[in-house]
């Protein structure tokens, strides 16, 4: 069974940096893009960043945000630098696996002084 879980959410002032931490198991992780989301509210679901091609990113973050993975832990990241306060949403682990999407639960970051 894929199991995502997120962790490393919180307040931070603008500026200010997170790291978010995704831990994976159910399928093999090294085989497999992880990807992160972020839904502000109002806001549809949108793509961050995805560690496909040694890490691709979405305009907004490009610069701020990196992407690792760590195929020993089973674990992906986001390094979070230079957070804006439109950063703030709940931000969602992802990997499609033969097809089939799986999703985290979130974990909520809110950038605000």
């Known amino acids: 069974q894929v199991q995502l879980v997120e962790s490393g959410g919180g307040l931070v002032q603008p500026g200010g940096s997170l790291r978010l931490s995704c831990a994976a198991s159910g399928f093999i992780f090294s085989s497999y893009s992880l990807n992160w989301y972020r839904q502000a509210p109002g806001k549809e679901r949108e793509l961050v960043a995805r560690t496909f091609g040694g890490g691709t990113y979405a305009d907004p973050v490009k610069g701020r945000f990196t992407i690792s993975r760590d195929n020993a832990k089973n674990t992906v990241n986001l390094q979070m630098n230079s957070l804006k306060p439109e950063d703030t949403a709940v931000y969602y682990c992802?990997?499609?696996?033969?097809?089939?999407?799986?999703w985290g639960r979130g974990t909520q970051v809110t950038v605000s002084s």
């Open positions: 992802n990997v499609r696996v033969s097809g089939n999407e799986y």
